[in-house]
């Protein structure tokens, strides 16, 4: 790591940049940075905004807040499409478009420790000052907080998350839920896919 961020150690990304070398493989100079502006601020959260992901074609943008919304942003147009109030009771760090669903279906990871999924056409089903919408799927897997999610391209079926809890898991959407319900006997939830602890 250090021989990628060379003298990168206040925080000062600019002098990162500077230096024109971020590694073998990328090289920037640093006019193209001093060239780099503020093109428009987006407003619709009411929280500090911890995620936002693009879709495969660049087109929109999902973020997810400490305010537990998630919304989709039209980038060509620069506005809030969508708001949705994801149920989470913590903070969403981390969200993704699920590839090859024509961008209707999201998922999102949160403080809660759970993991939800949202299609984007129930919102069509809902009454206009409304914001929530049911998950499509829920997992309630993890036992703290879900930091990253990750998605395949080509499987709209799978998405993995990474929780403080030291656990790397697969959900599968067809299943709905992976993981055994609360009060149940225990047993090993077949989820995990690395725990380091």
Same mark, same amino acid.
């Given at each position: !790591?250090?021989?990628?961020?060379?003298?990168?150690?206040d &925080?000062?990304?600019?002098n990162l940049?500077?230096?024109?070398?971020?590694?073998?493989?990328?090289? !920037?100079h640093?006019? %193209?940075?001093r060239?780099?502006?503020l093109e428009?601020?987006?407003? &619709?959260?009411?929280?500090? *905004?911890?995620?936002?992901?693009?879709?495969?074609?660049?087109?929109?943008?999902?973020s997810?807040?400490d305010?537990?919304q998630?919304?989709?942003?039209?980038?060509?147009?620069r506005?809030l499409l969508?708001?949705?109030?994801?149920?989470?009771?913590a903070?969403i760090?981390c969200?993704?478009f699920?590839?090859?669903?024509?961008?209707e279906q999201v @998922?999102?990871g949160?403080?809660?420790?759970?993991?939800?999924?949202?299609? %984007?056409s129930?919102l069509?089903r809902?009454?206009?000052?409304?914001n929530a919408?049911?998950?499509?799927?829920h997992?309630?897997?993890?036992?703290?907080? *879900?930091k990253?999610?990750? *998605?395949?391209?080509?499987n709209p079926n *799978?998405?993995?998350?990474?929780?403080?809890? &030291?656990?790397?898991?697969?959900?599968?959407?067809?299943e709905?839920?992976?993981?055994?319900?609360a009060?149940a006997?225990?047993?090993e939830?077949r989820? @995990?896919?690395?725990?380091?602890?």
């Amino acid at each position: !790591m250090e021989s990628l961020v060379g003298g990168y150690h206040d &925080g000062n990304v600019f002098n990162l940049v500077d230096s024109r070398t971020i590694d073998s493989r990328h090289q !920037m100079h640093s006019s %193209l940075v001093r060239r780099l502006s503020l093109e428009k601020e987006l407003e &619709g959260h009411h929280g500090c *905004v911890n995620t936002i992901a693009w879709n495969s074609r660049g087109s929109l943008l999902i973020s997810g807040s400490d305010d537990t919304q998630i919304n989709i942003w039209s980038y060509s147009g620069r506005k809030l499409l969508h708001s949705i109030d994801s149920g989470h009771s913590a903070n969403i760090f981390c969200t993704k478009f699920v590839p090859e669903t024509s961008d209707e279906q999201v @998922v999102s990871g949160a403080g809660d420790a759970e993991v939800r999924s949202f299609k %984007l056409s129930r919102l069509n089903r809902r009454r206009a000052d409304e914001n929530a919408i049911s998950p499509s799927a829920h997992f309630q897997c993890h036992t703290r907080r *879900v930091k990253k999610l990750a *998605v395949e391209v080509g499987n709209p079926n *799978v998405v993995w998350s990474a929780s403080e809890d &030291g656990t790397l898991r697969q959900h599968d959407f067809r299943e709905v839920s992976s993981c055994p319900p609360a009060g149940a006997a225990h047993q090993e939830c077949r989820s @995990v896919l690395i725990n380091i602890n």
